[in-house]
């Protein structure tokens, strides 16, 4: 059973109107009859399959997604949290791949390459997500070159405006050179991940431990960035943190390892159950998502290159930006 006044002023908390809440409440209720009613599966595999429901009803809205999300988080359910949270995380990211093919190579081998695939709907569930992606970056590698793929990818395919990055332009320009910024980002990144620890809160989609504190405090490219070279020749690596980063300490099995580190859900399951043939080129994406806070910062354009990842075989994913810098 739904708890609807307790839902119902988390939702207020969050400036909704009383329509927006009301159906929020009603979904909550629908999908709980739905979890009763699917028995004993993991509970990402029932928000899956409720989310394939939506999908066939065309209920599939992103506000009916964010009243889940915010039911698990009212529930402490962290598990129907973090599946809601891979559904909508990234689901720009095919839609842009369609449209931006169409800019840079045109129309016929956007329609080519797409084939048979199209662009998926919000709320795929995850699992799937593979299929409908790799394929198409394959072909277009195969259409147009790994180098052009990988130049249309280097932007990331996400929507990423300035404005999310405002505050690093802010703290670059506050700090006066390059190593304090770095130290700065490092510092705010452990902060943040403190401040969930205190409050019980998810960072993303993980709990965090002290051991995951330890791990991101201990590895100076992980929050912030591990600076080489001098003007004219300037090099920031950057290693993302894993996506579950307790989970990735603990395992042994080289495939479950890269798995638990991956943030991608285009590409998470696929490494996992093997089902997809998966290409690197795609990690482009995520390099193009690490330089993007330092194009805002600098005000310029930058480079990224992928170093590690592990679509390529490697336990992490490692990221070489380039800066054009005076000094």
């Not at 629908?30 to 065309?58: V, Y």
């Not at 590698?141 to 405006?161: I, M, N, Q, T, Y």
Request: some cysteine; charged content about 30%; aromatic content about 10%.
């Amino acid at each position: 059973m739904v708890d609807q006044q307790g839902f119902r002023t988390l939702l207020q908390t969050r400036k909704l109107s009383d329509e927006k809440i009301e159906a929020a409440i009603a979904l909550a209720e629908r999908f709980e009859r739905f979890n009763e009613d699917a028995g004993t599966m993991p509970i990402a595999e029932k928000a899956w399959a409720f989310s394939g429901r939506l999908i066939q009803e065309g209920q599939n809205t992103e506000d009916n997604y964010l009243a889940l999300a915010r039911y698990g988080l009212f529930t402490k359910n962290n598990a129907l949290f973090v599946a809601i949270l891979e559904l909508l995380d990234g689901a720009e990211a095919q839609g842009n791949f369609y449209r931006r093919v169409a800019e840079i190579f045109g129309e016929d081998v956007r329609d080519e390459v797409f084939a048979g695939i199209g662009v998926a709907p919000l709320g795929l569930p995850t699992r799937d997500k593979p299929r409908t992606i790799h394929p198409v970056v394959e072909r277009l590698e195969a259409k147009v070159g790994a180098e052009a793929c990988k130049a249309l990818l280097a932007d990331s395919l996400r929507d990423l405006p300035d404005e999310y990055f405002l505050n690093e332009r802010q703290r670059y320009q506050e700090s006066g050179d390059l190593d304090e910024y770095l130290r700065r980002k490092k510092q705010a990144f452990v902060e943040q991940l403190e401040t969930c620890q205190r409050e019980g809160r998810l960072f993303f989609a993980q709990a965090v431990t002290d051991e995951v504190i330890a791990f991101v405090k201990n590895d100076p490219e992980i929050g912030g960035g591990r600076r080489e070279g001098d003007a004219g020749c300037v090099v920031v690596y950057e290693t993302k943190i894993p996506f579950m980063t307790s989970e990735y300490l603990a395992e042994t099995d080289p495939t479950l390892k890269r798995y638990f580190f991956c943030h991608c859900p285009w590409a998470r399951e696929a490494i996992k159950n093997g089902d997809v043939a998966l290409t690197a080129t795609f990690c482009n994406c995520s390099a193009g998502f690490h330089k993007k806070p330092w194009e805002v910062a600098l005000g310029k354009p930058v480079r990224a290159e992928v170093l590690e990842s592990v679509l390529k075989g490697d336990d992490r994913c490692r990221f070489a930006i380039y800066l054009p810098l005076e000094a």
